[in-house]
């Protein structure tokens, strides 16, 4: 499957933001889709995922402040931003795992940069 990220941005520090992952395949098909960063310097983390029957994970860091959703109908992941922070600026990546018994991530979009200034 491939992923196409978008929606990145240069904002101001407690603005929202949305950025979207389109799939070539059906989302609904796809296990679980995940949303990663990676910060300048820093090793790339998850932020979000939502899963068939795994229900939906964030990182405590966005806890309460980021919400991943899914439109079946579109084939696309949705990560809400809100209440930005400086410490959000980074590289967003969406992944797919096709196999949920996998500890990999198999399929990765092409990033979308994010930059929040104070």
């Known amino acids: 499957v491939q992923l196409q990220a978008s929606g990145g941005g240069l904002v101001q520090a407690g603005e929202s933001l949305r950025l979207s992952c389109v799939a070539s395949?059906?989302?609904?098909?796809?296990?679980?889709v995940a949303w990663y960063r990676q910060a300048p310097g820093k090793q790339r983390e998850l932020v979000a995922s939502i899963g068939h029957g795994i229900g939906i994970d964030y990182a405590d860091s966005v806890k309460g402040r980021f919400t991943i959703s899914r439109d079946n109908a579109k084939s696309t992941v949705y990560l809400q931003m809100n209440s930005l922070r400086p410490e959000d600026t980074a590289v967003y990546y969406c992944?797919?795992?096709?196999?949920?018994?996998?500890?990999?991530?198999?399929?990765w979009g092409q990033g979308t940069e994010l930059t929040v200034s104070s």
């Open positions: 992944a797919a795992k096709t196999v949920l018994s996998s500890s990999q991530y198999q399929s």
């Open positions: 395949a059906s989302i609904h098909t796809i296990p679980v």
